[in-house]
Nanobody, 120 residues
C-alpha cells in the first residue's frame, strides 16, 4: 500500500521561501519516479517538477531557477525547495509517484493529500 504524506506548506510573503516534504511508505523513492504538482482554485493541476531514479530533475518553465526538487533515499522522502516565491505560486501542492517515467504528465498512479502554499 503506497502512501505519500506532504508537509511544509504555509503562508509566506512574496520573495520568501518554503521547503515541502513528501514522506513515502510502501514505495521506494530510490527506485521510482516522483513529481510535484500544484493546483490553484479554478485551474487545472499542473506539473511543477519531476525527478527520475538517478536524480535527474525536470521543471516547468515558470519555476526554473527558483524551485529545486530533490530526494533523500535514506529518509525515503521527496523535497521541493521553493525560493523567490510569487503570488502566482499560490496553490495546493501535491506529491505524486509511479514506476514509470511520466515526468510532468498528470497520469501518476499515486498521490498525496496535498499541502497548501499561500504567497501574499
Amino acid at each position: 500500500h503506497v502512501q505519500l504524506v506532504e508537509s511544509g506548506g504555509g503562508s509566506v510573503q512574496s520573495g520568501g521561501s518554503l521547503r515541502l516534504s513528501c514522506a513515502a511508505s510502501g514505495y521506494s523513492v530510490s527506485q521510482g519516479y516522483m513529481a510535484w504538482f500544484r493546483q490553484a482554485p479554478g485551474k487545472e493541476r499542473e506539473g511543477v517538477a519531476a525527478i527520475d531514479r538517478a536524480g535527474n530533475p525536470t521543471y516547468t518553465y515558470s519555476v526554473k531557477d527558483r524551485f529545486t526538487i530533490s530526494k533523500d533515499n535514506d529518509k525515503n522522502t521527496l523535497y521541493l525547495q521553493m525560493n523567490s516565491l510569487e503570488p502566482e505560486d499560490t496553490a495546493m501542492y501535491y506529491c505524486a509517484a509511479d514506476f514509470v517515467n511520466l515526468q510532468l504528465a498528470r497520469s501518476y498512479n499515486y498521490w498525496g493529500q496535498g499541502t497548501q502554499v499561500t504567497v501574499s
